[in-house]
T-cell receptor
């Protein structure tokens, strides 16, 4: 069966520091991968998605970037964090179109607090 | 693109009562409608989904109904229990969707009062 791992679970970082959040998926190949952000008490905002290695689409221009160095690895980064980057970051995956109907499956998220 | 609206934003029910959450969508091409439950501090988990060729689907105490003509779908939870307290999200997609074509509602915070 497929599993998704996100780490760290919580993170407190000062303003201006760099960020690296990692997500890996097991049990599937060539998944579509997603990064979402959720502000406190708010909905799900899509930040980036990837349909393959090195292929990143950005949904919201901002202080963050994403990379997909390996098929099942998705990384969210920032060179200099802002206070407004605080939030709950969720990684998600789905099977690529053509590999069967698949909804989005989410990891358990990273709670980022920028101080 | 698709626009998914979800109501109510908050809902409180007594334990044992039923809870209903409603969503509407705008794109008639959407054909897949999942529901997610998000417990505090966790990621959303898929609890039930329905395709457009089906009008209703049940799984124990939860059910989803779909009205394609009116473009709305609903989540029904019967005999609610305190562990049903969570945020629920609806979504719509045009399977087999690609990339970013998976649209979420804004969420409903359900509280079940013991």
């Amino acid at each position: 069966s497929q599993t998704i791992h996100q780490w760290p679970a919580t993170l407190v970082q000062p303003v201006g520091s760099p960020l690296s959040l990692e997500c890996t998926v097991e049990g599937t190949s060539n998944p579509n991968l997603y990064w979402y952000r959720q502000a406190a008490g708010r909905g799900l905002q899509l930040l980036f998605y990837s349909v393959g290695i090195g292929q990143i689409s950005s949904e919201v221009p901002q202080n963050l970037s994403a990379s997909r160095p390996q098929d099942r690895q998705f990384i969210l980064s920032s060179k200099k964090l802002l206070l407004s980057d605080s939030g709950f970051y969720l990684c998600a995956w789905r099977a690529a179109p053509g590999q069967g109907d698949s909804p989005l499956h989410f990891g358990n998220g990273t709670r980022l607090t920028v101080t | 693109g698709e626009n998914v609206e979800q109501h109510p934003s908050t809902l409180s029910v007594q334990e044992g009562d039923s809870a209903v959450i409603k969503c509407t969508y705008s794109d008639s091409a959407s054909n897949y409608f999942p529901w997610y439950k998000q417990e505090l501090g966790k990621g959303p988990q898929l609890i039930i989904d329905i395709r457009s060729n089906v009008g209703e689907k049940k799984d124990q105490r939860i059910a989803v109904t779909l009205n394609k003509t009116a473009k709305h779908f609903s989540l029904h939870i019967t005999e609610t229990q305190p562990e049903d307290s969570a945020v629920y999200f609806c979504a719509a997609a045009d399977f087999p969707f690609t990339g970013n074509q998976f649209y979420f509602g804004t969420g409903t915070s359900l509280t079940v009062i013991p």
